[in-house]
């Protein structure tokens, strides 16, 4: 049930990444208790029927925008009515035939492909047909919204992490989080896909929503507890960010400013590890750093060099940072930062003195401190 037809160009842009039969089992594990007869099973986004699989006796309905696919799901699977139509043009229940009263489970694992994203950005191309009130620069994000365009009552996908734990992101999904709870969410690593994070992985989760009154708000997901295969479960509301204490972007219309030390745009813990921290030339991806606010830009340098002791599953989250701790250990990430931006040394008052005093013992005291920020999540 493995897709071969298709080129990395084609499985980039069409989000072409097949669900392997152990996390279909867990999708279908956690909508099992959520289930009746009645309802219709869908996934709009079938590929070869993986999700379709599951016994059950459900009447089931796939689609698939690859003809190919479809074709190879029919063979499959001759019990189910599949359709090749695009899933987020036109949406409605009657393109597949679906009744309106009809209760309906929708599963899978939708095609995401961010289109702001610079990742392969050389193979993107973006020639979707998008319905205009589920546009969104996400593919992923438009499948939730279409889902819920669909009136599906209860929903189990694969998507992104990023899609829940970024505000910005959160917000552009309003109107499914009006309508829809998060009730079980197990995050597992983008690596199970291969080609989908040939060089980082960035956590998945499988999310299981149902049709609520209550919906859900962004503190929620803070509270929620994610549970991660084969490692501790989080919190994003169990840590402190870097965004509490300085800017992640650059500040919108302040001009070019003077002279200024610059530091390159902080999106995530994943982005940090790709990019540069301080740099020499303004540009729209640079922050002008306010003096006063140095110290944390210079704890995000060291941050980058020890990112390697940070599970796979915080990688779209902030900087995190244990505030109090840091401020006892300052003078460890000065050092630090100053070893690695020679440029910054004169900078700081009596940095000789405190090298003369502290070097000795900076990376030592800098270990300590991630161990006790990331607790039970710290990589050896």
């Given amino acids: 049930m493995q897709q071969r037809h298709l080129d990395y160009a084609d499985r980039v842009n069409m989000g072409a990444y097949y669900t392997q039969a152990d996390m279909v089992d867990i999708a279908w594990e956690m909508l099992a208790p959520h289930l009746d007869r009645k309802m219709v099973i869908l996934d709009t986004s079938c590929g070869y029927g993986n999700f379709l699989r599951h016994p059950g006796g459900f009447s089931k309905i796939g689609n698939d925008a690859d003809p190919v696919a479809v074709r190879t799901a029919k063979k499959n699977l001759p019990e189910a009515v599949f359709y090749n139509v695009n899933a987020l043009r036109n949406v409605s229940r009657e393109q597949y035939g679906i009744g309106a009263r009809a209760g309906l489970c929708i599963v899978g694992n939708p095609p995401y492909n961010d289109r702001t994203s610079l990742i392969r950005n050389r193979v993107k191309s973006f020639n979707v047909q998008i319905d205009e009130d589920i546009q969104t620069r996400d593919l992923g994000m438009s499948f939730l919204l279409s889902y819920q365009k669909l009136s599906a009552d209860v929903i189990c996908i694969l998507h992104p992490l990023s899609y829940l734990i970024k505000r910005a992101n959160f917000s552009l999904l309003r109107r499914f989080a009006r309508q829809y709870r998060l009730l079980d969410a197990k995050i597992i690593s983008s690596a199970a896909f291969g080609d989908a994070s040939k060089t980082m992985q960035f956590p998945i989760v499988i999310a299981l929503y149902k049709k ?102 915080f990688g779209n989250c902030d900087v995190l940072i244990n505030h109090a701790l840091f401020k006892k250990n300052r003078r460890h990430f000065i050092l630090a930062s100053v070893s690695a931006n020679p440029a910054l040394r004169g900078l700081i008052p009596k940095i000789d003195e405190l090298e003369a005093r502290h070097l000795h013992s900076s990376q030592q005291k800098i270990g300590e401190y991630f161990r006790r920020l990331l607790g039970p999540h710290y990589v050896a």
Avoid: C
Avoid at 217 to 227: G, L, P, V
Avoid at 238 to 259: C, M, T
């Fill in 212 to 313: 609520s009154g209550e919906g859900m708000d962004y503190q929620m997901i803070r509270d929620f507890s994610f549970d991660v295969r084969g490692a501790h479960p989080f919190r994003l509301s169990d840590f402190d960010y870097i965004s509490n204490y300085v800017r992640k972007y650059p500040a919108k219309n302040s001009g070019a400013p003077k002279n200024p030390l610059l530091f390159w745009t902080m999106r995530d813990i994943n982005a940090l590890r790709r990019n540069q921290t301080f740099v020499n030339r303004s540009s729209k991806n640079t922050i002008a750093i306010d003096p006063g606010k140095l110290e944390y830009y210079m704890y995000v340098d060291v941050f980058k060099r020890f990112a390697r002791h940070v599970p796979y599953y």
